[in-house]
């Protein structure tokens, strides 16, 4: 029995330094990792031509029965005239936001660039001709803030796509011309261009590997090359993969979808922390892409605590905003923004650059950290005083705007911080402990 299990402490031990090898981050990429999550807060862009049918992203599938060359046609008619690049990156940044997250190609396999891989695009496709791609990776250089992209590994209308568990439901392609091997290539060549034309990409964004995890036999998806090719390509680029299970080889980002690190209310989420950055996705209303019909928009404060919350577990945020078909930000998600933005902007020190605090999430609030610092953010509260459970000693406590001295006694485990009365429209009240 001890031989047993010596045995697999071995193979454990040199299984995690045989895989630890495998992949080592460069210089650049670690520094591009602490400035990612040193960020906390970014804007997810779900555009294509689905948002001609305001029906979400996954329209193409869950019509159901949609014949991809009658979807392909809104291509045809997609003429975004009101995209204005500086307009979104300016609304994005007032949100207090450090980085962009653009869709360049989703699983409807539209490609929001000028590629040369494929006509289904939006210069080769559409009446607007324009490389919306370019005109966003420029305007973000211009106004300093980080361009992430966005890449769909499934697609449900290629006919080289081997089919996976979704799209089943869309008509019309040709499954004699399957082929891995011709897909797997398609998809380098464009990431290819995605790393060479436009500019530092501080990531690249999978999604969709879940599409084949119901396979019988597992489906090799070669992400180790693929990977490597965007480490060599741009070493400081970070490779992301929202397949909702512990990160594999090669990544840089863990993703959580809809849930903080830890929950799962969404079925998405049960999987391990690991110590790599951390990322949650999350929509501003109910869905990625634009739908005509979703406008629960959750209000200013559930997002600004919703991004206190992410922060308080050593997350970034990614909010996502869905624009309309003619190029135009939702003016909901603008004013969403806006709101967040003067949080922020008045909070922010208390969000950037911090860790997870040293008590976890709670029914009156959270808290972070950044050096000697305890940020405690305080949401809710039914009394005037506020028992924080605390190891380390605290020298003072000051509210982070208005800067006046909260009072605190030392109590067993902690100290006991009188508040005081809430404002009634209080969104989070940020009390600074400088601690020892
Ligand atoms: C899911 C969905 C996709 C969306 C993504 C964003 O994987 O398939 O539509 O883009 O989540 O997190």
Not at 137 to 151: F, R, T, V, W
Not at 179 to 187: K, P
Not at 291 to 309: E, F
Not at 397 to 419: H, P, S
């Amino acid at each position: 029995m001890k031989k047993m299990i010596l045995a697999s402490l071995l193979s454990v031990l040199l299984l995690g330094s045989a895989t630890a090898q495998n992949y080592q981050p460069t210089e650049e990429n670690l520094r591009s990792r602490k400035e990612f999550s040193e960020d906390r807060f970014g804007i997810f862009i779900h555009w294509g031509i689905y948002s001609m049918y305001a029906q979400g992203e996954w329209y193409l599938q869950n019509a159901q029965g949609i014949n991809r060359d009658e979807y392909a046609k809104a291509a045809d008619a997609f003429y975004p005239h009101r995209f204005d690049a500086k307009e979104w990156v300016s609304a994005i940044k007032a949100s207090g936001a450090k980085y962009i997250c653009f869709t360049t190609r989703h699983h409807d396999s539209f490609s929001m660039w000028d590629t040369a891989e494929s006509d289904f695009n939006i210069v080769d496709a559409t009446p607007f001709k324009r490389d919306v791609l370019k005109e966003l990776a420029e305007e973000c250089q211009k106004q300093g803030i980080a361009l992430h992209l966005y890449y769909s590994h499934t697609d449900w209308s290629r006919d080289d796509y081997p089919r996976g568990r979704t799209g089943r439901g869309v008509v019309g392609r040709n499954a004699e011309l399957m082929s891995w091997d011709n897909y797997y290539n398609f998809m380098n060549r464009q990431i290819t261009e995605l790393l060479t034309n436009y500019g530092p990409i501080r990531a690249i964004w999978f999604d969709g590997w879940w599409d084949h995890e119901e396979d019988a036999t597992p489906f090799d998806w070669q992400l180790d090359e693929q990977y490597a090719m965007v480490h060599q390509l741009q070493p400081s680029c970070l490779v992301a993969n929202n397949h909702h299970v512990t990160p594999f080889e090669g990544e840089d980002i863990q993703i959580f979808e809809r849930d903080l690190p830890g929950e799962n209310s969404h079925g998405l989420s049960g999987q391990e922390i690991s110590r790599l950055p951390l990322e949650t996705c999350q929509t501003m209303n109910g869905m990625w892409g634009y739908k005509v019909v979703d406008q629960n928009y959750k209000s200013a404060k559930t997002l600004v605590r919703y991004l206190v919350s992410t922060a308080a577990k050593g997350a970034n945020l990614l909010l996502n905003v869905g624009p309309q078909p003619n190029g135009v930000l939702p003016e909901v998600a603008v004013e969403r923004m806006k709101a967040m933005g003067e949080w922020m902007s008045a909070n922010g020190e208390s969000v950037y650059g911090t860790v997870a605090g040293d008590i976890p999430q709670h029914e009156w609030g959270c808290t972070t950290r950044k050096g000697d610092k305890l940020y405690v953010h305080i949401f809710e509260l039914d009394q005037d005083v506020l028992y924080l459970p605390l190891d380390c000693k605290v020298v003072s406590a000051t509210a982070l705007v208005g800067g006046q001295k909260i009072k605190f006694d030392k109590v067993n485990g902690g100290i006991l911080l009188e508040v005081g009365k809430l404002e009634e429209d209080n969104i989070d009240f940020v009390v600074e402990l400088i601690t020892k």
